[in-house]
């Protein structure tokens, strides 16, 4: 009685032992890993290579494109300031002393700048304005107005230019530049004006 009582754990380790070695742990099966192709990468790399090259070929191309116009843009804006100037130089009003008709130094230069494009457009034809202040007879003015665009026309003409180009005329004081009975006011209306009245549509600069 008491050694089978002893025996019983023994017989049930064993029983244990015989049940876990005969039923063991099943495995879990490993991942499966995906199959690299590496002819697929390089052609994916290479077709991604010709874009970036074809990108960046397109983005010079458009660039020297954009420089190209900005630089014509840039050289239609100088010519037209170059002509701008030139027809400023040309119109560019002179002054005179109170009852004078002579060339002033001031005026001097300014007549001097007009020569080279005269010289340069020999189409161009002018007309030349005397104008006084509101001093003095409106006969007396306008004499006075003719004397001073007679002036600068001789003044022209002794420089080169044929004096069929430069027509004179005299409004006297009839057209003021600025109102008012003081020296300041005076002073801008004692002027002689130019105006192109032909070849002023194509104006050739000097040493073009």
């Given at each position: 009685?008491?050694?089978?009582?002893?025996?019983?754990?023994?017989?049930?380790?064993?029983?244990?032992v015989?049940?876990?070695?005969?039923?063991?742990?099943?495995?879990?099966?490993?991942?499966?890993?995906?199959?690299?192709?590496?002819?697929?990468?390089?052609?994916?790399?290479?077709?991604?290579?010709?874009?970036?090259s074809?990108?960046?070929?397109?983005?010079?191309?458009?660039?020297?494109?954009?420089a190209?116009a900005?630089?014509?843009?840039?050289?239609?804006?100088?010519?037209?300031?170059?002509?701008?100037?030139?027809?400023?130089?040309?119109?560019?009003?002179?002054?005179?002393?109170?009852?004078?008709?002579?060339?002033?130094?001031?005026?001097?230069?300014?007549?001097?700048?007009?020569?080279?494009?005269?010289n340069?457009?020999?189409?161009?034809?002018?007309?030349?304005?005397?104008?006084?202040?509101?001093?003095?007879?409106?006969?007396?003015?306008i004499?006075?107005?003719?004397?001073?665009?007679?002036?600068?026309?001789?003044?022209?003409?002794?420089?080169?230019?044929?004096?069929?180009?430069?027509?004179?005329?005299?409004?006297g004081?009839?057209?003021?530049?600025?109102?008012?009975?003081?020296?300041?006011?005076?002073?801008?209306?004692r002027?002689?004006?130019?105006?192109?009245?032909?070849?002023?549509?194509?104006?050739?600069?000097?040493?073009?």
């Amino acid at each position: 009685m008491f050694r089978l009582s002893r025996s019983g754990p023994m017989l049930l380790v064993a029983a244990v032992v015989l049940t876990t070695t005969a039923c063991p742990r099943r495995q879990q099966p490993p991942t499966p890993q995906p199959t690299v192709n590496q002819d697929s990468i390089d052609a994916a790399n290479a077709a991604r290579a010709r874009q970036d090259s074809i990108d960046a070929a397109e983005r010079a191309r458009q660039a020297a494109a954009d420089a190209a116009a900005r630089a014509r843009q840039d050289s239609i804006d100088a010519a037209a300031r170059r002509l701008a100037e030139a027809r400023n130089t040309l119109t560019a009003m002179i002054y005179f002393e109170y009852d004078q008709s002579e060339i002033t130094e001031q005026s001097r230069a300014s007549l001097d700048a007009k020569l080279p494009l005269l010289n340069a457009n020999t189409g161009l034809r002018m007309r030349v304005t005397g104008h006084t202040d509101n001093r003095g007879s409106d006969e007396y003015n306008i004499a006075l107005g003719q004397r001073r665009a007679e002036t600068v026309k001789r003044y022209l003409v002794q420089r080169g230019i044929d004096a069929s180009r430069i027509e004179t005329v005299s409004r006297g004081e009839e057209q003021p530049v600025a109102q008012g009975d003081d020296e300041s006011a005076w002073s801008q209306n004692r002027r002689a004006e130019f105006e192109i009245t032909a070849g002023g549509d194509n104006i050739v600069l000097p040493g073009a």
